[in-house]
Structures are given as structure tokens and as C-alpha cells.
């Protein structure tokens, strides 16, 4: 089987390359190509709502009139060309997007983006967050996170037949999920065949669809720029989601490669990239009502969600989990003064755990005040209706969402466990110790059966999250967090908890009414002066190890991970099951609801999943309320006038004493009479967008989004055209700010600057 899908997976490259030699096999690929054009323009519309949507590149023929109305003057086919431009600048840092804005290499993306790098340099003598940091030459930049790479998407194929190629109707549902996640890495060995290219199989539709991205990445990432977090987070978490902005939220970072200019690990002799294609940058930016686009890796969308999945997550998962990121905030500060080594260890940590914990805050308060629920039951109601009416219809996915629910709620079953154990990850002992050991138990597999994370692909990226561990990690905190959590895990039934957890913690018998914190405390006392797992060199020591020395470790935490595995990992394969099952009543469901929307005239466009997609509109205002209307515009006064002197309001004194004096350069907006901070679009954006170019309708650098307003944090599950609006930093004030603040001149300079 595996070598077949293989053989399969190399005829179709070879055919790709020799496309031009063969007549007949250029007729027969024209068929293929025109029958793909023709599925594609099933699954979209020209009836879509107003800017809705996260198109992926082979579908925008397809809305090319639609491009073109709201102002593109680029011919909307020269985006599908992957390696052209402008596809061929945008690149993924892996959770959020970026951009090559010059031949060197240079790559801008969000503050929030780099914040981690900019995190891994500080040190309390030097807090590269509190003052930010500018390297003036190629030789002061410093080296990105430990695992930090930039990726490149050079090419897409559509490999659907090849990951179902063996499965069957009747078959169990570990069976049908070990048959995809088999297919799957097969495919991606085949395309990995030499160590420049990281590849990925990604379900669209859910499971509907699989396409293989093969992406080039740079392994060399160094920090370049990146303002004080008064500028590139200024408002903080008070104005995360918020309009009227005013952050600076742009860093920069540079690709190296070796000298042959083929990726490479960090060397001294390493240059920097030089790539097919950069962006130029337009310093007068954009108009109120001009066409803009983003290019970027959106992570997540949920529109096609069933009306079940619906009610479980904005009435019990997003509210459960707004609790635990709240909870281990609050313990952060408690055990961590502002500025000491250990906050400064936690501040990336701090910065993902608030900006969602706010973000499910929006989703619940526009849950509950709108009808999305209601609306999705009649959806449903609407379709069962429209299959009922035909024969043909009903007998091929009459009971798909019937079958899709029912495995729903079984696989939410033990919810609460889940995501106990989930949140416990936050503890870095417990989390190593339990991925060590788990890689010990890997390596006996042969390399295609090992689970993703494990494989020989990811060995190195391991042992870089190894290396990383102490500039994240500290011993009070973390002991917190495993506190914090196991009191709420001893709060449990019975019948959810595991043995494993209750035999090592004397937890048997023990409930939240007679549960012993003191005595929990002084285990964990024990267990962290006993471990080693805080030395980096024994977590290497220990990539080395087998499965037998983990069994005969005295490390507590290692001894905990040994004891609790086959528990978990019995979770772990029950999960797999039921995925499985689910697997195979999505893809009818999505089959049955595409069909629908087609019907119908509705739009149709694939959930985003990481993949790269493009989204346009239009710089415009909003109405978040009866009688208040929001401009798209803010400027360099706002700042001025949010300032308190105490963060997040603590604007450089530079910074303001160049705003109140008015001297703007050359980057001042005639019709704000100042320097414009950040706008709005109606852009359809999600997490994975941050630090995506924003896009003129020549596809110039005018910005970079970064956030979407709080009433339109919702539209992850339901879009919303009137509320749907995107934050992005103007590319004015970037300059304004590099060139007259931080004094970033060389970086202007390395630019392509266009009016």
C-alpha cells in the first residue's frame, strides 16, 4: 500500500515536470486542470457577502470579476502563481504570516509576532521588551527563538484520491484514521526528499478534500527590529480587540541561508536570503474606500460547524476555558514582580493566555446576545428539508448530520477531563518529562508509524524546544499552575480521572470537599528539588535515552510521565477512534451542505486551516452600536491623548515629544492633518492572519494587519458583513516611527520605497 501511494505521489511530480514534452500528456492534464477549474467554481459563487471569504489561490479565477469591481488592477490570475508575484513574498513563520520586503531577505511581521525572539534575548539588565531592540547591521542581529523557521509555499497538489485510496465503508474508525494519517506521511516522505522542504497534507471541508503543501524553509531566523513594547503594544490588553488603536505592532526578522544559498542551520558564515520576489513599499498608503488585500496563513475558521458543536463551545468550552487562562494569568503576576526575571520568562506565555482568554469573552457576550444559534438550527433544519425532497439526496446523506452529531457528543464525553489535561501542559516539568518519554517509545517504531512530533522530520525542531525550556520556565510559577490544575482535576467524578494521577498524587478517595493542598504542596516540594528536567543538558542527555531508562529513572516527573502513559495514551487512541468515525460522516455532511449552498446561491469557501488564502475589501468605518460610528482612521494625537505615563498607556517620552511638537516628515495624511496610526478594513480575516501584508491594488506594502475589532471576533464561527472589520498598522506610521523614534534609517534604506 505504502509503496504504492509513493509510486503514485512521484509519477504525478514527474509528470508535472515533463508537461511540456509530451502532447498527449499536455491534453491530458488540460482535461484534469479544466475539470479541477470546474469543481472549484462549484465551490464558490458570485454571490457572496461583501468582502466574505478566505479564497484559496487556485479559486480566484473564479472571483476574478469580483476582485477586479472592488478595485484590484492586478490580474487576479497572477496571484495563483505560487512562485510569482506577489504569492512569492508571502511566507509563514508557522502561527502567524510575514513578508519579504527587500533582497536581503528582510521580513516584516507583527510585534506580537517576534514578540517571543524579542522575549528569548531579554534578560532583566537587558529588557530588550521594555526598550526594544534595532540591529544597524547584519552582524548585530541576533539569532530568533530556538525552532523558529520561515516558510516558503512553493507548490499545491490536490492528493485526495491518494490519502482514500484504501479506505473502505465498513472498516473501524482507528482503522479509517491510521488509513489517512499512513497515506498521509507517505505523501509527505515523498516530498520531503531532501531536508530544504518542510510538507504538510491538510483536509479541507473537513476531510472532504487534501491537498499536499510543499513549502521551503529557512532554519537560519534572526531578530532584526523590533520597537519597546510602548509602541508595538501600547494599549496592552486593554485595547487588544479594541477601536480606536494606536499600536506600533511591526517587527522585523532576516531569512539566512548558507553560501551556496540553500537553507541552513545557524551559522556565522551563513547570508542572507535572497528572494525571487519582494515587496515594494508604498509610503503614501491607502484612502478611505480604497481596495486593499491581505495575503497570509489564516488559522482557524468553525462556519461549517454543525448546530450542536455550536452550543457546546460558546456554552460550555469557551467559558471553561476563559476560566483557566484567567486563572494561570492571575497566578503569573501573583508570583512574578513587572521587569523580574521570571516575568520576563512568562511575558510570551502571558501575551497568548490573555489575548484569548479576551477573545472568548467577545465570543460568549455575541453569543448570547445575537441569534447565531438559532440561525443554525434552522440551517439545518432548512437542509434535512432540502434532502427529504429528493430521492437520490436523501439515500446518500439523509443521516450525516444525524451520524455527525451523535459521534459529537460521545467524543465530548469526558470534555471537562480533556481539557484539565490539556491546560496542565502550561507546566513545563510535567510537559517535558511526558514528551521525553514519549520519544523514547517512538524511536522503537519504524519512521512512518511514529506520531507526528516524533518522526525523524522533527527531531531537530525538538531538541531546539529542549534548548529553549529554561528561558521559559520558572520553578514557583510552574509549581502554581500544577496546583492550580490538579485542584480542579480532584474536583472530577470518579469515573473521569485517572488512576495513574490519583496512585501518585494519594489521590484516592480525595475529592474537592477533603482535598489536601498542603500536603499536594509538599509533594511537589519533593518532586522539584529531585528533578533534573531543568537542566538543559539532561533533557538532551535524555533525547538519547530508551525506553528502559525512563522506566528505572528516580526523577519524579519522569516517573509520573512512565506511570500515567498508558492511561493517556489510551485516551490518546479512544480519540483517534472516535476522529476516525467522525471522518467518515464529515465529508458527506460537507458533501450534502456544499450541495446545499449551491442550491441556493450561497457562498461556499473552505474553513481556514493554515493554509494560504487571500481576502479583500476595502479601508471603511463601522457602526459597533445605535448612534456611535467608528472612522477608519486614528492618529499620532490619539497616542498623546491615551497616555497616562503607566503601562500600557506609557508612550516613549521621544515618541511624544515629536507628536506634540507636530513634527510629522514626510508621512503625514493631508486629510487627518497628522501621521495616520492604524485603520480598518472590511477584510475576513482570523488567528494566522496576524502580521500578514496588507495590500494596495497594486499589491504594495501599505500595512500589516494585526487584529479584527471585539464585535467581529465572532466571525471565526459566524460572518457578520456590517461588524466584520480588520485592524491594520499603517505602513506611515512604521516609517514615522523607525525613521524619527528608533532611528531605524538602515532599514528604510534596504527597502523599496514607491509613492
Request: charged share 25%.
Amino acid at each position: 500500500m505504502i509503496e504504492n501511494i509513493i509510486t503514485s505521489f512521484k509519477f504525478k511530480f514527474k509528470f508535472k515536470v515533463h508537461l511540456t514534452k509530451n502532447t498527449s500528456e499536455q491534453f491530458f492534464m488540460k482535461k484534469i486542470l479544466l475539470s479541477f477549474a470546474a469543481m472549484t467554481l462549484v465551490l464558490s459563487t458570485n454571490s457572496a457577502k461583501a468582502d466574505e471569504g478566505m479564497w484559496q489561490p487556485n479559486q480566484l479565477p473564479t472571483i476574478a470579476k469580483q476582485l477586479t469591481k472592488a478595485g484590484l488592477k492586478l490580474n487576479p490570475n497572477d496571484l495563483t502563481d505560487l512562485t510569482g508575484f506577489p504569492m512569492g513574498a508571502i511566507v509563514s513563520l508557522g502561527g502567524c504570516t510575514a513578508s519579504f520586503v527587500s533582497d536581503k531577505g528582510l521580513v516584516a511581521s507583527n510585534h506580537h509576532c517576534v514578540y517571543g525572539s524579542v522575549q528569548y534575548n531579554s534578560t532583566a539588565e537587558n529588557n530588550l521588551l521594555k526598550n526594544g531592540f534595532l540591529a544597524k547591521s547584519f552582524d548585530e542581529e541576533l539569532p530568533a527563538t530556538p525552532g523558529s523557521r520561515i516558510y516558503v509555499t512553493e507548490e499545491i497538489s490536490e492528493v485526495t484520491d491518494l490519502v482514500k485510496a484504501n479506505l473502505t465503508d465498513n472498516m473501524s474508525g482507528s482503522d479509517r484514521y491510521k488509513a489517512i494519517d499512513t497515506s498521509s506521511k507517505t505523501l509527505v516522505a515523498a516530498c520531503e526528499d531532501d531536508d530544504r522542504y518542510r510538507c504538510s497534507v491538510v483536509n479541507f471541508h473537513g476531510g472532504l478534500e487534501y491537498y499536499l503543501f510543499k513549502q521551503l524553509t529557512i532554519r537560519d531566523v534572526r531578530l532584526v527590529h523590533a520597537p519597546a513594547s510602548s509602541i508595538g503594544k501600547y494599549g496592552g490588553d486593554i485595547d487588544n480587540w479594541m477601536w480606536p488603536r494606536h499600536t506600533g505592532d511591526y517587527g522585523f526578522y532576516r531569512a539566512y541561508v548558507g553560501k551556496d544559498g540553500q537553507p541552513a542551520d545557524f551559522s556565522k558564515d551563513n547570508v542572507p536570503y535572497e528572494p525571487k520576489h519582494h515587496l515594494k513599499v508604498n509610503k503614501s498608503s491607502v484612502d478611505e474606500g480604497d481596495y486593499i488585500m491581505v495575503l497570509g496563513y489564516p488559522g482557524r475558521t468553525n462556519r461549517y460547524r454543525t448546530a450542536y458543536e455550536v452550543e457546546n463551545q460558546f456554552t460550555w468550552v469557551y467559558p471553561e476555558a476563559k476560566a483557566y487562562r484567567e486563572e494561570i494569568i492571575d497566578l503569573i503576576h501573583q508570583h512574578s514582580e513587572v521587569g523580574s526575571e521570571a516575568r520576563i520568562k512568562y511575558e510570551s506565555t502571558l501575551a497568548g493566555l490573555a489575548n484569548y482568554a479576551k477573545n472568548y469573552g467577545s465570543m460568549i457576550n455575541s453569543y448570547n446576545k445575537g441569534s447565531f444559534l438559532t440561525r443554525k438550527q434552522t440551517l439545518e433544519s432548512d437542509l434535512n428539508t432540502w434532502l427529504a425532497s429528493d430521492k437520490k439526496r436523501k439515500s446518500k446523506y439523509g443521516e450525516s448530520l444525524k451520524g455527525l452529531n451523535k459521534l459529537l457528543k460521545e467524543s465530548n464525553g469526558q470534555q471537562a477531563r480533556d481539557l484539565i489535561l490539556g491546560y496542565l501542559r502550561y507546566s513545563k516539568m510535567l510537559s517535558t518529562a511526558n514528551s521525553l518519554y514519549r520519544l523514547s517509545i517512538e524511536k522503537q517504531l519504524p519512521n512512518i508509524e511514529r506520531e507526528r512530533g516524533y518522526q525523524e522530520r522533527d527531531i531537530a525542531r525538538f531538541e531546539q524546544g529542549m534548548k529553549a525550556v529554561n528561558r521559559r520556565y520558572d520553578e514557583n510559577i510552574d509549581k502554581e499552575i500544577l496546583v492550580a490544575m490538579l485542584t480542579h482535576y480532584v474536583a472530577l467524578p470518579k469515573n473521569e480521572r485517572l488512576s495513574s494521577f490519583d496512585d501518585f498524587f494519594n489521590l484516592n478517595g480525595i475529592s474537592a470537599a477533603n482535598f489536601n493542598e498542603k500536603a499536594l504542596r509538599k509533594q511537589l516540594a519533593s518532586m522539584y528539588k529531585g528533578t533534573e528536567l531543568s537542566s538543559q543538558e539532561q533533557r538532551l542527555a535524555l533525547m538519547e535515552k530508551n525506553q528502559s531508562d525512563f522506566e528505572k529513572s528516580a526523577d519524579p516527573f519522569i516517573q509520573l510521565a512512565v506511570k500515567s502513559y498508558k492511561e493517556r495514551k489510551a485516551i490518546e487512541d479512544k480519540s483517534k477512534e472516535l476522529a476516525g468515525n467522525i471522518q467518515a460522516f464529515r465529508p458527506k455532511y460537507m458533501e450534502a451542505l456544499i450541495a446545499y449552498f449551491n442550491d441556493n446561491n450561497l457562498p461556499v469557501y473552505a474553513d481556514a486551516n493554515s493554509t494560504l488564502r487571500i481576502t479583500y475589501g476595502n479601508v471603511k468605518g463601522y457602526s459597533p452600536q445605535d448612534g456611535i460610528t467608528a472612522t477608519p482612521y486614528t492618529n499620532l494625537e490619539g497616542i498623546v491623548a491615551k497616555d497616562t505615563g503607566v503601562a500600557p498607556f506609557d508612550a516613549p517620552k521621544k515618541q511624544l515629544d515629536l507628536i506634540n511638537k507636530k513634527q510629522y516628515g514626510e508621512y503625514a495624511k493631508a486629510s487627518l492633518g497628522s501621521v495616520p496610526v492604524n485603520y480598518l478594513g472590511t477584510l475576513d480575516i482570523t488567528g494566522g492572519n496576524s502580521g500578514s501584508p496588507t495590500l494596495n491594488d497594486k499589491a504594495e506594502f501599505v500595512g500589516l494587519v494585526f487584529d479584527g475589532v471585539y464585535e467581529s471576533i465572532i466571525g471565526d464561527w459566524d460572518y457578520d458583513t456590517k461588524l466584520n472589520r480588520s485592524i491594520h498598522v499603517d505602513i506611515r506610521y512604521m516609517l514615522w516611527t523607525m525613521e524619527h523614534v528608533d532611528g531605524a534609517t538602515n532599514l528604510i534604506e534596504e527597502m523599496d520605497i514607491v509613492e
